[in-house]
């Protein structure tokens, strides 16, 4: 930017802000929709364009949001017969989302809870 421009700049600003002007502007207080695809591959943003605006979410972040459900659900429940099967439940969505996956086991979700229900299990 050329020297000093920038101050020139922030002085309007400024001076619009005192006056008001930048008030009842359309999008006032709403979050900014930054809609930058430069991560996707040049080739596939139409299609990631296309499938984003049918609200097509990926198979493995549908498994994820039921795992945090079933983990609140979980976390909710008092009933022991209720807390094993949620537990079963969540173990087979981590296990689902780990074959989803398909990376190295070392990256793997691990399965949740399994030790704490077992011990309040056992007389």
């Known amino acids: 930017m050329i020297p000093g421009f920038e101050k020139i700049v922030e002085e309007r600003i400024r001076d619009s802000q005192r006056k008001g002007e930048f008030k009842d502007l359309p999008g006032t207080g709403e979050p900014i929709r930054l809609t930058d695809d430069q991560h996707i591959p040049e080739d596939l943003r139409l299609a990631h364009k296309i499938l984003k605006n049918a609200d097509f979410v990926p198979p493995e972040i549908e498994v994820l949001k039921d795992i945090r459900r079933t983990e609140d ?14 537990l079963k439940k969540l173990n087979y969505l981590v ?7 398909k990376t190295s086991i070392d990256l793997e979700l691990p399965q949740r809870y399994m030790d704490r229900v077992v011990d309040k299990l056992d007389p």
């Open 73 to 86: 659900l979980l976390s909710e429940t008092k009933d022991t017969a209720l807390k094993y099967r949620a």
């Open 95 to 101: 296990m689902k989302v780990n074959m989803l996956r």
